[in-house]
């Protein structure tokens, strides 16, 4: 092969921040222990993808304990062994371990291009983008550093080999990947003789979702904040093709929501029971999805907040949660505990009294201690008895109307001039909810008597004044208490 120019296969290189180093999560080496030398498929027994080797079962192949692969005789045909990370792991770095300058490595890869997600050769020879760093070398016979050579489009191949001849090493070294390496293929290659050289495949952590709600308990018609986190754990580069959903336990409803992602489309509507993410970019420091959600409070909700007081609301991966380079398949997982307290329902009537004359009527009111859900709160009552002195509006139930905490019915005195025909009692009372989540009984109940005001064995019934003459006996009521203190005052 002849050196080739660079490429600038991924110009989204540049997005990577320069600075700052990105601490990836659990970097481990990708290793297939314990399993046979000479398999053509290898699986990482710890889900972190898979190698397959060809030809297989040559040239001193074997899979050490605590490293990938190593060759010993690779001859001039060659080993390949091709690297593909699993859904959940992402390659960190490719490794180059104690190789013999009588060996070299061809070393290829495909990339995400996280503009356009297409599959792309990586481009090793952006060494922004693909940092190399070498091995020191140590005592004898590992004594030389080893060089990688790159050779651009259309080979796109990267070559480390150990420099000089005869029976010296190199400790190797490695190369820093961006997360966008889909797969990797290295293919070693040696004179025939002693050609030792090993290669790690190391893998981290992929992006992952998890969630929480604040504040964590509430009550119908209560609203709370459900964050959903997105994390990058230290993959240094902006992650694309985000895709979240989240359904929402019942009977939670959303009433806003918004993002903090790159792009992507947020479907959220107010009173929705769902929400989803798509086309989204992670940023390299995580992003969050932000929802307002409000658990309701009609009749369903409350019955649902007192059957089943704590919901678990869950985001499973990978239906759920995905990126174009995988994710951890951790559930996201929170609960929200709710709490209902029936409200108290009372009756009181005022005036308690009324005379058997025109326009004497009592204002029966029925409170509850706290507003009627958006259903209304239907409270049942046992209304006055029929009675020929009194007529009531006062029915088996009434409604409290949504937001109010009380209704109002009338109980209204039968006029007549009828003498020594004696007091009656109107009694109205609370009765049991039709449903024992909607109240519980207060004060009740309400007595209201209805007094004869015709003296007996007159002819012409007592002059009694109407309930808008009320106002006016009042006033000469207090006109008078206020004379007879003045006229105390003076006595004294
Ligand atoms: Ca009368
Ligand atoms: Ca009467």
Redesign the pocket.
């Known amino acids: 092969m002849q050196k080739q120019s660079l490429s600038l296969g991924l110009a989204t290189a540049m997005l990577i921040a320069a600075g700052p180093s990105f601490a990836v999560e659990n970097e481990v080496i990708m290793d297939f222990a314990g399993q046979a030398n000479n398999l053509p498929l290898y699986t990482s027994a710890t889900g972190l993808g898979t190698m397959t080797v060809s030809p297989p079962g040559v040239g001193g192949f074997s899979v050490p304990s605590g490293h990938t692969a190593f060759v010993t005789t690779p001859g001039a045909g060659g080993i390949t062994t091709v690297f593909t990370p699993s859904s959940t792991a992402v390659p960190t770095r490719i490794a180059i371990y104690d190789q013999r300058a009588s060996t070299y490595r061809n070393i290829t890869a495909k990339c995400l291009n996280p503009n356009t997600l297409a599959i792309e050769p990586c481009d090793f020879g952006n060494t922004a983008l693909f940092p190399r760093t070498n091995t020191p070398p140590s005592a004898a016979p590992y004594t030389q550093a080893t060089v990688f050579n790159w050779y651009g489009d259309p080979f796109y191949t990267l070559q480390p080999y150990t420099p000089g001849s005869g029976n010296i090493q190199s400790n190797g070294g490695y190369v820093t990947l961006p997360p966008y390496v889909r797969e990797i293929t290295v293919t070693a290659y040696g004179g025939g003789n002693a050609d030792f050289s090993g290669t790690d495949i190391y893998m981290a952590d992929p992006p992952s979702v998890s969630k929480a709600f604040a504040p964590a308990a509430l009550n119908p018609g209560g609203q709370t904040t459900l964050t959903i986190s997105i994390k990058n754990p230290g993959l240094g580069a902006p992650i694309p093709g985000v895709s979240v959903i989240d359904s929402l336990p019942t009977p939670l409803k959303i009433v806003s929501a918004s993002h903090t992602c790159t792009d992507g489309s947020l479907t959220a509507a107010a009173g929705s029971t769902s929400l989803s993410l798509t086309g989204a970019t992670l940023p390299t420091a995580g992003c969050e999805i932000t929802a307002v959600l409000e658990w309701p409070n009609d009749t369903a909700s409350i019955s649902a907040c007192v059957a089943t007081p704590t919901v678990t609301n869950r985001i499973t991966p990978p239906a759920q949660f995905s990126t174009a380079i995988g994710q951890l398949n951790t559930e996201a997982v929170a609960d929200l505990s709710c709490s209902y307290t029936p409200p108290v329902v009372s009756v009181a009537c005022t005036p308690s009294e009324l ?3 025109p326009n004497q009527q009592s204002v029966c009111t029925i409170t509850s201690s706290t507003p009627a859900g958006s259903s209304g709160l239907n409270v049942n009552l046992t209304p006055p008895a029929a009675n020929t002195r009194y007529t009531s509006d006062c029915s088996t139930s009434v409604t409290i109307p949504a937001a109010q905490t009380s209704a109002q019915c009338m109980i209204t005195a039968t ?5 020594g ?1 004696g007091d009656v009692t109107a009694t109205l009372a609370i009765a049991a909810p039709s449903n024992t989540n909607d109240y519980t009984i207060g004060v009740t109940p309400a007595q209201v008597v209805i007094k ?3 003296e007996s064995g007159g002819t012409t ?2 002059a ?1 004044p109407t309930l808008g003459d009320w106002s006016l006996i009042l006033m000469g009521s207090m006109i008078a208490l206020l004379g007879v203190a003045r006229l105390g005052r003076r006595e004294i």
């Open positions: 005379f058997d004359s006029a007549n001039t009828v003498a025909d004869n005001d015709d019934a007592k009694v």
